[in-house]
């Protein structure tokens, strides 16, 4: 039986109206007590008459956090790290902020939206974030909170996805069947996940109509595997590898270039690339990879010019006739020894 260990399959996308929300008791200039999360969307509006909105997270405690801090006055938002030693802004952005601060942090990387765009004013890669208490400091309104962790799938809604990319993959794109929303949840198929390499974190990302959310896929299941049939090929032959187990395969690649569809055949266990497929393939060892729809195993074979065949063989031969003249020439000296011998015994 065949098994998927997934880490943060299901993704929660949320709705511009967040469905979590959180009330505090505000104390001036004191964080309010918020929410646990590594992975979250927050929204938060500026109370009345107040010109300063400030939102915090990933708290162990409140000299350890990180600060997004919007500005009416100066037209700014600022990102600022606080620690025992004090607070540091780490990027500031000129930006004209009416009514509203958006904060979206996911894996690692902190994104914030101004009112109603929903273009980010200010991105940046957090260093050692680990996630932790997220809130808000002094005053705010209409505060409204949801994770975006997988654990999280009865907090979100989900927002419209547009096309969901393993980034692992070369920013392949999923087709429609690869993957479901349903009530807020993205699931990636398991008929999908099983052509990708067992073993491997794939990082996934859902580009959906407000922003893109990227979340971690661990496969874990018994692939095929593939050998070589011969230690070596010779050039000119086709290369035929043996496959442990059934599936089917869709692609073929010899050091990471795909093998064109017409090059390879599939056949009782056997997957067998020509020779002409293989024209271009220096001599020497080479890697090549499977795809199928139970993984993606690979293996190396070793690819030996046909001209060290015929050296070979001369070599053979040249061994062959030496031990000939041998023979001949040591049948010589015996008959010349006997045939002198007679001579004298004859005389005598």
Known sequence: MKILKIRSLVICLVVAALCCTFTCVCFAEEATHGEQAKNFV???????????????????????????????????????????????????????????LILVVNEGVAKVFADDSNVAVLVCKLTDYTGGEAGYVGSAVNVQFARTDSSAGDFCCAYAVQKVINVTDGHAKLGDGDYSVQKGVLTLSHEYLQTLESGVDYTFRAVTDFTDFDFVVTTDFDSVTVSPALEKFYRGNDVVLEMGG???????????????????????????????????????????????????????????????????????????????????????????????????????
């Open 246 to 348: 059934s599936a089917a395969v869709s692609k073929v690649t010899v050091d990471g270039a795909e093998v064109p569809s017409d090059g390879f055949t599939q056949q009782d266990g056997r997957v067998v690339i020509s020779a002409s497929a293989l024209e271009g393939v220096a001599s020497g060892k080479h890697s090549v990879r499977l795809f199928t729809d139970c993984g993606r195993p690979t293996a190396e074979f070793n690819l030996v010019d046909a001209v060290q065949t015929i050296t070979e063989m001369e070599e053979k031969a040249t061994h062959i006739f030496f031990w000939i003249d041998i023979s001949i020439f040591g049948a010589l000296v015996v008959g010349y020894v006997v045939f002198v011998v007679i001579k004298k015994l004859k005389k005598n």
């Open 42 to 100: 927050c929204s938060a509006e500026f109370a009345p008459s107040e010109n300063s909105l400030t939102l915090y997270f990933g708290a162990s405690d409140a000299a350890d956090n990180w600060r997004v801090t919007a500005d009416k006055t100066a037209s700014a938002v600022t990102l600022s790290r606080v620690t025992a030693e004090g607070e540091t802004a780490l990027k500031t952005v000129a930006v004209n902020v009416q009514s509203k």
